[in-house]
Structure formats: structure tokens, C-alpha cells
């Protein structure tokens, strides 16, 4: 697995924050951009399977995701597209879009920045996760072992908390023992709450290593059978 690490560990010092796009929301573009990676889609099947994935916890409106598409035709990542070339026929009027390739090169900065929008670190890689497929192994490693990381350190920051609110005295003073009660159980509610997303994080990178190991074994086999 040497290998394997090696690639991960080089394609991080590699990557570089995903240039800014003013007006742009990361985590909208990445939405419609991962979803046409996939299929031309219909405007409002964008919409809708868009709010399934980041429902419902946040909704998008209708009217906003009409502004990112608009945006994305401008920038001339996506392009309308011949209502024939979807998968998923539709009764309703409605525009269907397909990614360009200048749209692919934008979806695979937005996959491997890390750095550009930390308060939405956990969002933006739930959405990752659907599309790891579109990455090679090495970036998905990557990305997973970037998220593992953010798991154990907010882990470890609500474990600090957890302790102070059980020890400091001021704390144990001056709070009433209803607003302590309260505080510590939120926060052991986080704690629980990150460690099932840790162990989400785990089993994906138990996944992405063995698609790895797979790629890592084809590499000799595919040179055997084609001797230069």
C-alpha cells in the first residue's frame, strides 16, 4: 500500500485552492455540476434531485438554482442540451443542460479543494461522497483521508469541551444546573453525531483502498499484456 499513500500523499501538496468565482455558491455549482457529470438533466429534475441531496437540512429554492445555471451558462461550463439526450423523459417544459469539458475541469477543482470554504467543510463533502467515481483512486484517497482528519480533530475539540464542562469550576459556579445540563448534553449529542460520520468517513476509506489495490494490480497485468 505503499504505492497507493505515495499517490495521496502527492496529489495533496499538488492541489490548490479552487479559484474564486464571485456570485458563485461552491456548494450549489458543485451540486449542478456532479449531477451533469452523470446526465443531461431538465432544469427542474436538477432542482429537485439537488434538494433531496441537501435536504432537509437546507433547502434550495427554485429561484437560486435558477441563478446558478444561468451563471454556469455564462461562464460556459454547462450548455443547453437536445431534450432527446436525457435519460429521464419529462412532460413538463423545461430546458436540459449538459456539462462542458471546461465544466469537468471546474468539477474537479471543486472536488479537491479542501481549503476555500472551511465552515462548509461537512456539506460540501456529503455531496463529494455521491461522486467519488468521477476522481482516480489516489484523489479519492485523498479526499477521504483530508475528511477523516476534520472527523477526529472536531472529535477532539468536543471531547475538551465535554471535560471542561464536567471540571471548570467558574462554569460549575456560575451556570444554572438546568444550562449545564443542557450544554453537556448538546455536546455529547455532537460527539455522538461525529462518531457515526467517523465511521462513515472509515468505511469509505476501507472502499476507496480496495478500489486502489484493484487499480494497483491492473497497472502490471495491462503492461504484461502490452510489452513495448
Avoid at 28 to 42: D, K, N, Q, S, T
Avoid at 184 to 210: N, P
Wanted: net charge neutral.
Amino acid at each position: 500500500m505503499n504505492r497507493c499513500f505515495r499517490k495521496a500523499v502527492l496529489i495533496k501538496l499538488l492541489v490548490l485552492p479552487a479559484s474564486a468565482h464571485p456570485g458563485r455558491h461552491p456548494m450549489y455549482e458543485l451540486l449542478v455540476l456532479a449531477l451533469l457529470m452523470h446526465w443531461p438533466l431538465h432544469a427542474y429534475r436538477i432542482v429537485k434531485i439537488a434538494g433531496e441531496i441537501v435536504g432537509p437540512e437546507e433547502q434550495i429554492s427554485t429561484g437560486t438554482l435558477s441563478t446558478v445555471l444561468s451563471q454556469l451558462v455564462k461562464a460556459q461550463l454547462i450548455i443547453p442540451a437536445d431534450p432527446t439526450e436525457t435519460p429521464f423523459p419529462s412532460d413538463r417544459p423545461s430546458r436540459v443542460y449538459a456539462i462542458t469539458q471546461a465544466g469537468r475541469d471546474r468539477f474537479g477543482e471543486l472536488m479537491l479543494d479542501v481549503s476555500s470554504h472551511p465552515g462548509t467543510v461537512r456539506r460540501l463533502f456529503h455531496i463529494k461522497a455521491l461522486h467519488l467515481e468521477w476522481l482516480p483512486p489516489a484523489s479519492q484517497l485523498f479526499l477521504v483521508e483530508y475528511y477523516l482528519s476534520y472527523c477526529r480533530k472536531f472529535l477532539s475539540t468536543k471531547h475538551v469541551d465535554a471535560r471542561d464542562m464536567g471540571e471548570h469550576r467558574l462554569k460549575q459556579e456560575h451556570m444554572s444546573p438546568a444550562f449545564h445540563e443542557a450544554a453537556t448534553a448538546l455536546i455529547h449529542l455532537k460527539i455522538d453525531q461525529w462518531q457515526l460520520e467517523l465511521a462513515w468517513a472509515l468505511s469509505l476509506r476501507e472502499q476507496v483502498i480496495a478500489r486502489l489495490k484493484l487499480s494497483d494490480e491492473a497497472e502490471p497485468a495491462a503492461a504484461t499484456e502490452n510489452p513495448t
